[in-house]
């Protein structure tokens, strides 16, 4: 709904909360890369997953699950600097 309404700051925040509890969701980080990213603010892409790259090491799951992790957030990572270096 908050998408809907174009409200941002309670998308955002909802986002944050979801991926808090289901950090190998990649659908909920790629909506909230597209709300910041429709806000050009790539140094909060950049953080949310160099972030995610940290976390994926507390988290306890299957080594064929950590490396397509390891391997998907470093790749939206290389990206996103690419992309703001453009821009």
Not at 3 to 25: M, T, V, W
Not at 72 to 86: A, D, G, H, K, P
């Amino acid at each position: 709904e908050a998408l809907n309404q174009r409200n941002d700051e309670i998308a955002i925040e909802l986002y944050l909360k979801a991926i808090d509890f289901g950090p190998q969701s990649f659908h909920l980080y790629d909506k909230l890369v597209r709300i910041y990213g429709r806000n050009k603010d790539y140094q909060k892409i950049y953080t949310l997953f160099k972030t995610a790259l940290l976390n994926i090491d507390k988290l306890r799951i299957s080594k064929k699950a950590y490396r397509r992790a390891k391997k998907e957030f470093t790749s939206r990572l290389n990206r996103t600097v690419l992309r703001s270096q453009i821009s």
